[in-house]
């Protein structure tokens, strides 16, 4: 789909999606582009889209293709202008190699390969100069959706008799654009009708003559931003063009912190933001009961044209880096303390401009250790949400682009070594260590020293030399306690902990974690102490004690779920089958090694990297395989099959009296608000919570608080039920039933 900013084409696309996910056995998955900015992360985007968090260290359209292969999907790539080349080279290797396979793609302009078709989106059907009676005008798309927001804007405002000729010249002026269209409406808080269409009228005249190059529909849409941003008062620009450097929303502290100056005090920041939102340049969600504001594109563009034609783009770009760099530091330095979960999602929901404020420091040379500091200071990000490849990515860019001698660069290649292990890359990892032992040689720096040492005995463990791991890492140790790393001794302990338990050195694994937990609970922490507990569950269950063992995993499930913890996840998955297979419940570990399977795809790793939890792997595989091959298989697929919340569930047994004795039709649907059962309708037509959100137009979080209040309203755990529940309350479909 092709047309101009602001004709409604992300909305269209939308809407036909929603209406096509019956014709796509294995799903509508939308891939919202307008944030990227970086081309060669186009193929992890698209992946984590799909439910593949991470595929591989080196990525490659091979991974994509061998896994939608046999797929029967419709994949949505939205707003692809400005990645047109990447976006090009990859559904032309996408629909080459999948048979079955439909992309529909949203651009200012075609993709240009071979098999494209093209539909133009038109903007709404607009009067003629020559415009019709009163009742006929209100047939018209950019007539009736005009009078749907000028009432929203102004209520009680109707089309008229009087107000007719000024409505009809108005739609036609601004070309049926629907942006155009709703902007021009919320001026009615302002303006008088008259004065609207004066104003624009003036206002084209102008930009046309001074951009004669441009299409016409550019010129009026470029014409109404202009207009729009002249009403604004000169401190609703500055903001508005501040504001233009952030990506993928804005929280009110962030826009505080980076944009108030002499010019604009931070005082005076939440005003403006009110003010830019009641004139509809900025968008305002509800994310964790909290406000955060976002740009339309085209308006966000707008708003950067301003800054660079002021010369200060590179200079407020800076500022955005700067803030994001301080939030991370504070967000991770004492990692080791309370809150982390809300401390980890306040950093999840600024991915993307954690993305634009690493792009900024790799693209400007004398940026680059600034970059290589944020990359490394975010290693625990990276390892708790699953971005372990796109953690190497800003740290290859930014090792390549930063002096040698920069301060950051042997934590920065410590964090990448161990990364580089994690994802089974040993030859790798070894030389980032060398590189950064060598630079400490020249330098005091214990706290590298012990770094470097850790990272040696996370190489020896994948490698299987468990008395160099334990050696290395109790250099470690002793490094971290040296210099007061509480930080870094915790996390190593759970490590040794680790690395004695493969060993056999059961006795050491529970000095390790005693003393993890002595330095965890003091501090209220939970994300190391989580991890200890996983390696605990394993020795109680290799002293044989099967149910302390399951006790203790499943805490530290629960532990992992608060968290979010995608790696931790699948440990825990895995351990309670090693455990459930050595009690002889073969289903239920057949079940979640499928579950644990789907996530280590995600994330790019495999068991298959550490030896010593293979073995447990492998043995657990083959207990479970004695259901016999095609219960086995049955099983396995079934957990594959799973979302992440209903494996969690699965695997503590959280599972409510109605799911295990088979009766939906008994909940009170009476308590769901309005938008609550139409993302309960959502849900039963397959819809995840990220299409959801597309579909209804809000933010992934608020989608996942709806789903969230409806499962609990409900007294259900699963989807599953919800849609059970939905089909038999409804005798319409879920889709059809649902508000357009």
């Known amino acids: ?34 944030d990227l900015q970086d081309p060669t992360l186009l193929g992890h985007t698209v992946a984590e889209a799909l439910g593949l968090r991470e595929l591989s260290r080196n990525w490659r359209t091979e991974t994509l293709t061998d896994y939608l292969r046999s797929k029967q999907l419709l994949l949505v790539l939205d707003n692809c202008e400005h990645l047109l080349t990447a976006c090009a080279e990859l559904v032309d290797e996408l629909l080459k190699s999948c048979a079955d396979l439909r992309i529909l793609a949203t651009s200012r302009e075609p993709l240009g390969i071979a098999g494209e078709s093209t539909l133009i989106v038109a903007p709404l059907q607009v009067p003629e100069p020559e415009w019709p009676s009163t009742s006929a005008l209100a047939h018209y798309d950019s007539v009736r959706l005009f009078l749907d927001r000028a009432a929203s804007a102004m209520p009680g405002f109707e089309l008229t008799e009087e107000n007719s000729h000024t409505v009809a010249a108005l739609c036609h002026s601004l070309d049926g654009l629907p942006l155009a269209l709703e902007l021009a409406a919320v001026r009615l808080r302002a303006l008088s009708l008259d004065q609207v269409l004066d104003r624009l009228a003036d206002r084209f005249a102008l930009l046309s003559r001074g951009r004669r190059n441009a299409p016409t529909r550019q010129q009026t849409l470029r014409a109404l931003i202009a207009w729009s941003y002249e009403l604004c008062s000169p401190n609703e620009q500055l903001l508005w063009a501040r504001l233009s450097v952030f990506s993928g929303g804005i929280e ?36 964790d009961g909290r406000a955060r504001y976002r740009l339309l594109e085209t308006i966000r563009q707008y708003g950067e044209e301003q800054l660079r034609e002021s010369g200060e783009f590179a200079t407020w770009r800076r500022f955005h880096r700067d803030w994001y760099l301080q939030l991370v530091t504070s967000v991770f330095s004492g990692w080791v303390g309370t809150n982390q979960p809300e401390r980890i999602e306040r950093v999840r929901r600024d991915h993307a401009n954690l993305r634009s404020a690493l792009d900024y420091s790799v693209t400007v040379p004398e940026e680059a250790a600034a970059g290589l500091r944020m990359a490394s200071t975010l290693y625990f990000y990276w390892l708790s949400t699953g971005f372990l490849s796109e953690g190497r990515h800003w740290l290859d860019l930014a090792l390549k682009h930063s002096p040698t001698e920069s301060q950051p660069r042997p934590h920065a290649l410590y964090v990448a070594a161990c990364l580089a292990t994690l994802q089974d890359d040993p030859a790798v990892a070894t030389t980032l260590l060398d590189q950064a032992a060598a630079i400490i040689d ?139 297979a050595s009690m002889h419940q073969r289903e239920t570990a057949a079940v979640l090694l499928g579950a644990a399977s789907t996530i280590w795809q995600r994330i790019g ?27 086995y298989q049955a099983a396995f697929r079934r957990g594959t099959q799973m979302t992440l919340t209903e494996a969690v569930d699965f695997a503590l047994g959280e599972r409510t009296k109605q799911e295990s004795d088979g009766s939906h039709g008994t909940t009170d649907a009476t308590n769901l608000t309005r938008r609550e059962k139409e993302v309960a309708r959502l849900i039963a037509d397959g819809l995840s919570n990220r299409e959801i ?48």
């Not at 979080?701 to 039920?721: C, D, I, W, Y």
Request: include cysteine; glycine fraction near 8%; charge should be negative.
């Open 1 to 34: 789909m092709t047309g101009v900013g602001g004709v409604g084409k992300t909305r269209l696309a939308q809407r036909l999606a929603s209406e096509s996910q019956r014709a796509f056995p294995d799903g509508v998955y939308f891939v919202q582009l307008s």
């Open 252 to 287: 009110l502290d962030a826009a505080e912190g980076v944009c108030s100056d002499d010019l604009l005090p931070r005082s005076d920041i939440l005003e403006l933001l009110a003010s830019l939102v009641d004139k509809s340049i900025l968008v305002r969600d509800d994310v």
């Open 442 to 580: 020249e330098r005091a720096a214990p706290r590298d020293s012990a770094h470097i040492a850790q990272g040696r005995g996370l190489v020896a463990m994948f490698a299987d030399d468990l008395p160099e791991a334990m050696r290395r890492l109790e250099e470690a140790l002793d490094g971290f306690v040296a210099v007061g790393d509480v930080d870094g001794e915790t996390f190593t302990l759970f490590l040794h902990g680790l690395a004695a338990l493969l060993a056999g050195e059961l006795d050491k694994v529970e000095a390790s974690h005693s003393r993890c937990r002595e330095l965890t609970e003091r501090r209220g922490e939970s994300w190391v102490w989580s991890y200890s507990l996983w390696v605990a569950g394993l020795n109680a269950w290799l002293r044989g004690d099967n149910d302390q063992a399951l006790t203790v995993a499943t805490d530290c499930l629960r532990h992992k779920r608060t968290l979010d913890d995608q790696l931790g996840i699948a440990e825990c998955l895995e351990a309670i089958a090693w455990i459930n």
């Open 605 to 631: 790793m495999s068991l298959r990297a550490i030896p010593g939890l293979d073995r447990f792997h492998q043995k657990c595989r083959r207990t479970a395989s004695q259901l016999g091959g095609r219960p």
């Open 693 to 740: 959100a597309n579909q209804l137009v809000i933010s992934r979080r608020t989608a996942e608080g709806h789903v969230e209040h409806v499962l609990a309203k409900l007294g259900f755990t699963s989807r599953a039920q919800i849609a059970r529940w939905v089909a038999e309350r409804y005798s319409e479909s879920p889709t059809s039933s649902a508000p357009s």
